[in-house]
């Protein structure tokens, strides 16, 4: 059910609703976000993941209605659920913004935490930061 909330209240808040999306997360959050973006690493507890994390998406997107995540499947044993999910909307340079994620996500004490994120890193770059990424030179 946490998990549900939590991609619920994602949603209303990208689509510019009032909500606190960071009240489903653990104060202990270990949030790991994969690939080569700016905002790619392991986040050490809530404010942490909220400082940096909060105002990303505060200048990155625009809010929308009907943007923000959407899960198509969720499997969940335990405390533990395995996510797919769609993200929708525009980014802040009015680029279309729809990508796939994968989310590992562990609950502790009611709240979230614990997250692997993985996502189209490259479609983030041209999305988001406006940054085509060339492939590299060929190896001989």
């Known amino acids: 059910r946490v998990v549900r909330r939590f991609f619920e209240l994602n949603t209303r808040v990208m689509s510019g609703e009032p909500a606190d999306i960071f009240s489903l997360l653990h104060e202990d959050l270990v949030w790991t976000m994969t690939g080569s973006t700016p905002v790619a690493r392991t986040y050490h507890g809530l404010q942490e993941f909220k400082d940096i994390i909060g105002r990303a998406l505060g200048t990155q997107f625009r809010p929308d209605p009907g943007f923000g995540l959407y899960p198509c499947k ?55 930061f406006g940054r085509h990424l060339e492939p590299g030179p060929s190896e001989p």
């Not at 044993?77 to 909307?89: E, F, L, M, P």
């Not at 502790?108 to 988001?128: H, N, P, T, Y």
């Open 74 to 128: 969720i499997i969940a044993s335990g405390n533990r659920a395995a996510v797919i999910a769609r993200g929708h909307g525009e980014s802040a340079l009015g680029r279309p913004y729809n990508n796939q994620y994968f989310f590992f996500m562990e609950v502790r004490d009611g709240k979230i935490a614990s997250v692997l994120e993985s996502c189209d890193g490259s479609l983030v770059w041209q999305s988001v």
